[in-house]
């Protein structure tokens, strides 16, 4: 992040920045509210909540209850006061994540409009500003209206997403304004169009000109990086300013003639002996601050120091597609993300780091930034750089075409252009993607297939745009132009071609194809596939009463935006598992075949390495609470799948894989650290009545960043009522991790009544979960009332030895062995029928 200070040596003529955030008076031309303020950064929905002029639009079909308020103008306006000393100099109003459309006044003259989200508007205020009391005002107009009339007023249609049709609603032309596609809702979001500012509110004062933006491009050599910092500085007129950078203990100071606009400085430097950047998993996130300074304006940023380059190269299948640091060709373990709620108000520093250190804690070291979201604030790609989570960031077009025309285009390059300087220094961002499924779309809709030399000229006038800007304000980094694709100026079908490019594979959840199909695909880069659950029992408890407990429930089925999604859940129990006995069981039982359906297809493109070097699933977080492709509950609670996700993502993992001839399964060995494995593999056949017999015991080695074969066991050799489970161990004997593999579905065997026993023991001052099992019980999963995540869930007991679990709690808290046990649940499969 850019943080800004005032330097506190400066001369009192030199910089300084007055905040405008705070209360502003919010009111609207065509109803009474009992609201009276509104606090900026903030939204009008917030707002409304606090004084009870909306329901909480997450509870039961409130949504059709608020929609009123994006279908409304609004009006905000606060006093400030200024004294001499803030307007002695050049003025910036500065305002960031203005949604959306707006018109700007100060004292009453109107000063600019705003109509993109994603820009930084730097206002010139100089001479505008009094010394006393002064009257900021925004009125904001309704941005379905305003695109609706775009849309009209376009020489030829250009259809908006399905996506927006969920739940019988009209759809809105979002394709028009620059706002977070999300907001009018998706097949797993709520439509509530919020309005409001997000980001930095502050009139800026400067002697002659004031920071744009600073890059770090690296040269990495043997023992040392040699840094080019590119500054852009904005000046007012003519002059000289002093501009200086500090790093590792390290200074340039300098004293630069600037010319009224926009003006580069690069300055270079070399770090000796540097502490290199890693993803998680693979070292340390050391992290150099570089300070600068230009005329009192004192800026930070966070740098690792670390070289990444995205390998697209010719291999003996197709094209390789993977991400490699500091030398070494890195597996890409994550999950797609989302903006961290649908009330913009909600989405703070705490709420974003506790959703980033799940993903940390279950081994992922990427994160997809999804293009139908939002460019996330500063704040998170610092915390993404200090937990290790590379980013794959989307530029925001998703499922739609988009005007190409020649003031769409010089908006949105202003947008990318900010967005690339400003996100470029992060160690994290590893790529930039043009969009999300935007060459797929053009093979959706009525009008696109109708004429599409038209929309491919379309699509391409913008894409290329993009990539060009990518070349031009930060040429290390790679532009990717669509995600799925199978590469540049190549619009074929990307879901079903898997030797080259990235894959979306979305056949099991929307085709209904079984578990089994993730095998039919060895995709080079998986960057999108999932599978729905609902919500966990406690999360609906706050939109749901108890008569509304029922997949087809007027409440359940507006809180399920994906068309068919919850009918398609029950469909696939059936295939499974034996039918739930109530609708806590179908929650819990959803969950379950949730991580199984993730389960089988990372494991499975794991185990294909080094052909697939990615795999994101979709999705790790919600909006609002929902039926959904997460692995995390809205709030941040551990989905199954989560827990999931941390041992289908072990860095050494063996997998069960049945050969193509259905004869034999595979044990593979998969290691994506840079020493080689040597691993000790035990293999159970298992009775579910609780008989176990070892057919397999072996050494095995799996070289560095590999897969191999360790083990074939023949299907004739086990028993109907039988499966495997299979443990490994490293060469000192310390317990890697477990696994098993049912060669049926769940529903065909005869599951024994399991009695599950638990009990607290304390372990270097931490509770621990001890569980024991008289039978062989399976997916015993435990749940406490207490915010954070057990060390392992889901797991499967044998008779005779104890799992034990340890305790995390969320959001810092601290917790006791009585707090836990109070809430404690232990369920597994047999108890759901």
Same mark, same amino acid.
């Given at each position: ?26 009111? =609207?031309?065509?109803? !009474?509210?009992? @609201?009276? *303020?509104?606090? /900026?950064?903030?939204? +009008?929905?917030?707002?409304?909540? &606090? ?74 205020? =100089?001479?505008?500003? !009094?010394?006393? @009391?002064? *009257?900021?005002? /925004?009125?904001?107009? +309704?941005?379905?209206?305003?695109? &609706? ?685």
């Amino acid at each position: 992040m850019a943080k800004t200070a005032a330097a506190a040596a400066a001369p009192a003529n030199f910089y300084s920045e007055l905040d405008l955030s705070g209360d502003f008076a919010l009111s =609207t031309p065509s109803r !009474k509210l009992k @609201a009276k *303020t509104i606090a /900026l950064p903030g939204d +009008v929905h917030n707002a409304l909540l &606090k004084s009870g002029d909306i329901p909480d639009p997450y509870f039961g079909e409130n949504e059709k209850e608020v929609m009123w308020v994006h279908q409304t103008p609004w009006q905000v306006e606060r006093r400030f006061t200024a004294t001499r000393a803030d307007i002695d100099g050049y003025l910036t109003l500065t305002l960031e994540n203005v949604d959306c459309i707006a018109t700007i006044f100060l004292n009453g003259e109107e000063i600019g409009r705003t109509q993109n989200q994603f820009i930084r508007y730097d206002l010139d205020v =100089t001479g505008k500003v !009094k010394a006393g @009391a002064n *009257t900021l005002r /925004l009125e904001f107009a +309704v941005a379905q209206d305003v695109a &609706k009339a775009r849309y009209d007023a376009h020489p030829f249609p250009i259809p908006y997403t399905y996506n927006y049709l969920s739940n019988g609603l009209p759809g809105v032309h979002m394709n028009f304004v620059r706002k977070t596609a999300c907001h009018a809702g998706w097949d797993w979001g709520i439509r509530l169009m919020p309005t409001g500012i997000y980001g930095r509110m502050a009139l800026r004062k400067s002697r002659l000109a004031r920071q744009e933006s600073v890059q770090i491009d690296q040269a990495h050599g043997r023992n040392s990086v040699e840094l080019s910092i590119k500054t852009i500085v904005h000046a007012f007129a003519e002059g000289s300013v002093e501009l200086m950078h500090e790093i590792a203990g390290q200074k340039i100071a300098d004293k630069v003639v600037v010319r009224p606009g926009e003006n580069v400085f690069i300055h270079n430097l070399t770090i000796k002996n540097p502490k290199l950047w890693w993803p998680n998993g693979h070292g340390e996130q050391p992290l150099y601050e570089l300070w600068t300074t230009l005329d009192g304006e004192r800026t930070t940023r966070k740098i690792g120091l670390r070289k990444l380059e995205w390998i697209v190269e010719k291999d003996a299948i197709d094209h390789n597609f993977k991400v490699r640091v500091n030398g070494r060709d890195i597996s890409a373990f994550g999950a797609n993300w989302i903006p961290a709620d649908a009330i913009p108000s909600r989405i703070t520093p705490a709420v974003v780091r506790d959703l980033l250190e799940s993903a940390r804690a279950v081994n992922m070291n990427m994160m997809r930034v999804w293009g139908g979201g939002q460019y996330e604030p500063d704040y998170f790609y610092e915390l993404c750089d200090e937990l290790g989570l590379l980013v794959w960031q989307d530029f925001m077009f998703a499922c739609m075409s988009y005007p190409s025309d020649r003031e769409f285009l010089a908006d949105v390059k202003v947008e990318i252009t900010q967005q690339i300087r400003r996100l470029s220094h992060h160690a994290c961002l590893a790529l930039w993607c043009g969009d999300n499924e935007v060459i797929g779309s053009l093979h959706w809709y009525a009008e696109t297939k109708a004429d599409p030399a038209r929309y491919i000229a379309n699509y391409d006038r913008l894409n290329s745009m993009l990539g060009d800007l990518v070349e031009d304000e930060d040429p290390a980094r790679r532009f990717w132009p669509s995600s799925p694709s199978l590469g540049y100026m190549d619009f074929s079908d990307g879901w079903h071609k898997d030797t080259r490019g990235d894959t979306h594979y979305w056949s099991v959840w929307h085709e209904a194809k079984d578990f089994s199909a993730y095998r039919d695909v060895q995709p080079r880069f998986a960057s999108e596939f999932g599978f729905q659950s609902f919500t966990s029992m406690n999360v609906a408890e706050t939109f749901a009463l108890p008569e509304d407990m029922n997949p087809s429930s007027p409440v359940m089925e507006s809180h399920q935006r994906n068309v068919g999604g919850n009918a398609r859940i029950v469909e696939t129990m059936l295939r499974y598992f034996r039918f739930p006995s109530n609708f806590d069981q179908m929650v819990f039982l959803s969950q379950v075949q949730q991580g199984l359906a993730i389960k089988t297809a990372i494991e499975f493109w794991r185990s294909t390495k080094p052909r697939c070097m990615g795999t994101l699933y979709w999705q790790i977080n919600d909006t609002y609470p929902v039926a959904s492709w997460a692995s995390l509950d809205y709030g941040g609670q551990w989905k199954i799948l989560q827990y999931m996700a941390k041992r289908f993502f072990r860095p050494v993992n063996v997998v069960a894989v049945p050969e193509k001839d259905s004869a034999s399964i595979v044990l593979r060995g998969i290691n994506d650290t840079a020493a080689k494995a040597e691993v000790t593999l035990e293999v159970q056949a298992v009775d579910v009545g609780g008989r176990a017999r070892v057919v397999f015991t072996g050494k095995g080695n799996v070289s560095p960043d590999a897969a191999s074969d360790l083990a074939h066991i023949a299907l004739e050799d086990l028993q109907p009522s039988e499966f495997l489970f299979f443990s490994w161990r490293d060469k000192t004997g310390k317990l890697l991790g477990e696994n098993d593999y049912f060669p049926q579905a769940y529903k065909a065997y005869d599951l024994v009544p399991a009695k599950v026993t638990s009990r607290w023991e304390t372990a270097d001052g931490q509770p621990v979960l001890v569980l024991k099992a008289d039978k062989p019980a399976v997916f015993v999963t435990a749940t406490t009332d207490v915010p954070g995540y057990f060390s392992d869930n889901a797991v499967t007991l044998l008779p005779g030895r104890e799992t034990r679990l340890g305790f995390t709690p969320r959001h810092g808290l601290k917790v006791t062995q009585k707090a836990l046990a109070a809430g404690l649940k232990v369920r597994h499969l047999r108890e759901t029928y």
